[in-house]
């Protein structure tokens, strides 16, 4: 199975690049993305601290959320046709087949809302009245809801998006397309014991930990702040608990990259993550929760059908 991994210049004019991981080869899109009509041509130039994969319900396109920290201060949602290169011609290279050749981008508009769920942003060519903030720091999708996806503000908040995109045709209509936002934590800035300046941000699959069942994963947050500290929380921002914290830690600063590694190592996830301490003093931290709980392990169970025995694999929970 193919993966792409996607990364930006998070300074302004920066560009967003593909890493194609089997074959290690690195491609520039911004600037190099070609387009028809529909929405602004091609993948822009901007401050990119992430980008989040949207599922589209189809085959035929990719949806990538563009997220800038600074630059233009605007988020934008691109959208692929598979199977084209640059100039609009059928194509199987790596970009193409990936939606990453041709496609264009869309404004987000809308604005954070101050407290509660603004359910009537839509999708724009024009910058005007597109959803603004001067920190859009990181996202990532849901991967139980992936249509869905959550954002940290650095001066706002903790935000959920629902996308509702529309490919019915065999093409994407912006007009019948849409999304809400829910704030789902306030921001206090640089207080200890207090969320606030929300940078990296990471979205669990489903799981269950210590007998209680998270249907739509976890949501793990870095603050980026001298204290550096890191939350977890379910998606509708019940159950906010501290986890871990840089105060007091000589030349330490803000936390940030945090990574769900469960799966990769046999774990269920939120169990075992990554992260960073950024500062003079950085390093890499592995942060495991005290309710770790592994994934069932195969066992076997043997059947006896008309005189045939018949060994099956079967996963039995250890936990």
Do not use: C
């Not at 550096?228 to 600063?253: F, V």
């Not at 950024?278 to 195969?298: K, R």
């Amino acid at each position: 199975m193919p993966f792409v991994y996607i990364t930006g210049e998070e300074t302004s004019g920066g560009r967003l690049f593909a890493l194609d991981l089997a074959q290690h080869d690195f491609y520039q899109l911004s600037g190099a993305v070609g387009g028809a009509g529909g929405g602004v041509v091609g993948l822009p130039f901007d401050a990119y601290e992430n980008a989040a994969l949207l599922d589209t319900g189809e085959t035929a396109h990719v949806a990538l959320l563009l997220s800038p920290d600074g630059g233009t201060q605007r988020m934008k949602l691109f959208i692929g046709e598979k199977g084209k290169d640059a100039a609009g011609n059928p194509s199987g290279d790596f970009l193409a087949r990936n939606g990453l050749a041709y496609g264009s981008y869309y404004y987000l508009n809308d604005a954070l809302p101050g407290s509660g769920t603004s359910s009537d942003g839509t999708f724009d060519d024009t910058a005007s009245g597109a959803l603004s903030s001067s920190k859009l720091e990181d996202v990532d999708t849901s991967p139980s809801q992936p249509q869905q996806m959550v954002l940290g503000d650095q001066d706002s908040g903790l935000f959920t998006f629902n996308f509702t995109l529309d490919f019915s045709g065999g093409g994407f209509h912006a007009a019948s397309s849409g999304f809400s936002i829910t704030k789902i934590q306030n921001h206090v800035g640089g207080s200890l014991e207090r969320f606030g300046d929300a940078d990296n941000v990471e979205w669990t699959d489903a799981t269950v930990l210590a007998g209680l069942s998270y249907d739509h994963g976890l949501i793990f947050v870095n603050e980026d702040n001298s204290n550096g500290e890191i939350w977890m929380m379910e998606p509708s921002g019940a159950g906010l608990l501290k986890i871990g914290d840089t105060a007091g830690i000589s030349e330490a600063a803000e936390s940030t990259g945090i990574f769900d590694i469960s799966a990769m190592i046999g774990y269920r996830p939120g169990s075992v993550l990554l992260t960073n301490n950024q500062g003079s003093a950085s390093s890499l931290t592995v942060l495991i929760n005290p309710d770790a709980t592994p994934v069932p392990e195969p066992s076997t169970l043997l059947l006896v059908s008309g005189g045939l025995a018949i060994l099956i694999l079967r996963r039995a929970d250890r936990a």
